[in-house]
């Protein structure tokens, strides 16, 4: 049985704009798999400027949810949008259940940052959402990458993120750091590591350059920042050697979701990456030892 695999497309390439996926989402609130959700309203104007998305209802436990909508990556202007339009219609009525939502085709770093710093007190939900297509036929799909609830407190307030928490909680995703880190410092020298409980972050010059972020089934996304103006560079170079990767063009950043196997089957690839990592003032090993 021949099975067909799908394409990933982007929402605005594909000729649709905020306007007409929020309508969607109104039409069809289920989509966002939330729950039986009512839709309220729509553009509902702020006391302190701003419209909001969408507001949607939990019929049954009587609860809100404010949507924000984002085409492309999450970027600094809608994470706070999305929090300050909760924390208005929160105000308005401080006796339901509010949860802050935020679509957008990509779910970053930022994002979820930012969700695990304001667990304690902003109850947000990150969801992707994507245009797929499978032949000639296109859908939208949607996919709740991180919910501040769904990960109690109590789990996690006072766990210490080291390379212990690591290798018992993800270890296929730690290997995958610690292949890119030993390639870094042939390069570089010592590379400080940083464990955080969703990524690792690998600092070339004192700044963070790499990171790895944790996926299931010994996967990792390997998310790495280019040069200063190498970043078509790079794309050009990517896209010749047919490897897959996608791009944050606000963030000049390139990202690999990958397995260890296929770091190891790229390292050619990823060690001409690195090479571009450093500042001017940052001498790579390599050259010092070629000299």
Request: aromatic share 8%; net charge negative.
């Given at each position: 049985m021949?099975v067909?695999?799908?394409?990933?497309?982007?929402?605005?390439?594909?000729?649709?704009?905020?306007y007409?996926?929020?309508?969607q989402?109104?039409?069809?609130?289920?989509?966002?798999?939330l729950?039986?959700?009512?839709?309220?309203?729509?553009?509902?104007?702020?006391?302190?400027?701003?419209?909001?998305?969408?507001?949607?209802k939990?019929?049954?436990?009587?609860?809100?949810?404010?949507?924000?909508?984002?085409?492309?990556?999450?970027?600094?202007?809608?994470?706070?949008?999305?929090?300050e339009?909760?924390?208005?219609?929160k105000?308005?009525?401080?006796?339901?259940s509010?949860?802050?939502?935020?679509?957008?085709?990509?779910?970053?770093?930022?994002?979820?940052n930012?969700?695990?710093?304001?667990?304690?007190?902003?109850?947000?939900?990150?969801?992707q959402?994507?245009?797929?297509?499978?032949?000639?036929?296109?859908?939208?799909?949607?996919?709740?990458?991180?919910?501040s609830?769904?990960?109690?407190?109590?789990?996690?307030?006072?766990?210490?993120?080291?390379?212990?928490?690591?290798?018992?909680?993800?270890?296929?995703?730690?290997?995958?750091?610690?292949?890119?880190?030993?390639l870094?410092?042939?390069?570089?020298?010592?590379?400080?590591?940083?464990?955080?409980?969703?990524?690792?972050?690998?600092?070339?010059g004192?700044?963070?350059?790499?990171?790895?972020?944790?996926?299931?089934?010994?996967?990792?996304?390997?998310?790495?920042?280019?040069?200063?103006?190498?970043?078509?560079?790079?794309?050009?170079?990517?896209?010749?050697?047919?490897?897959?990767?996608t791009t944050?063009?606000?963030e000049?950043?390139?990202?690999?979701?990958?397995?260890?196997?296929?770091?190891?089957?790229?390292?050619?690839?990823h060690t001409?990456?690195?090479?571009?990592?450093?500042?001017?003032?940052?001498?790579?090993?390599?050259?010092?030892?070629?000299?």
């Amino acid at each position: 049985m021949e099975v067909p695999t799908t394409k990933l497309l982007s929402i605005l390439g594909c000729g649709f704009d905020e306007y007409w996926l929020r309508d969607q989402i109104y039409e069809d609130p289920s989509m966002l798999r939330l729950g039986d959700l009512q839709p309220v309203s729509k553009e509902r104007t702020q006391s302190q400027g701003g419209r909001l998305d969408l507001l949607l209802k939990d019929p049954e436990e009587d609860s809100m949810f404010e949507v924000e909508l984002q085409l492309g990556p999450t970027d600094e202007t809608h994470i706070i949008r999305t929090i300050e339009y909760w924390a208005n219609e929160k105000r308005k009525c401080p006796k339901r259940s509010h949860k802050a939502v935020l679509v957008a085709e990509e779910i970053n770093n930022r994002f979820f940052n930012v969700v695990h710093l304001l667990r304690p007190v902003v109850p947000i939900i990150g969801i992707q959402a994507n245009m797929v297509q499978v032949g000639e036929t296109r859908a939208l799909h949607f996919t709740k990458v991180i919910d501040s609830h769904e990960e109690p407190e109590a789990e996690t307030s006072q766990q210490p993120y080291d390379e212990n928490y690591w290798i018992k909680n993800h270890p296929g995703s730690l290997e995958c750091a610690k292949w890119y880190r030993a390639l870094l410092e042939k390069l570089y020298g010592e590379v400080p590591a940083k464990y955080f409980e969703w990524y690792i972050s690998l600092c070339v010059g004192g700044v963070a350059r790499v990171w790895i972020n944790r996926r299931k089934n010994n996967r990792a996304t390997i998310t790495v920042k280019a040069g200063e103006d190498s970043l078509q560079q790079t794309v050009d170079h990517l896209n010749a050697i047919g490897i897959s990767f996608t791009t944050h063009l606000s963030e000049r950043t390139v990202n690999f979701n990958v397995d260890l196997q296929q770091l190891k089957d790229n390292a050619e690839t990823h060690t001409w990456l690195a090479s571009t990592l450093s500042p001017d003032n940052v001498k790579m090993r390599a050259s010092q030892q070629s000299a």
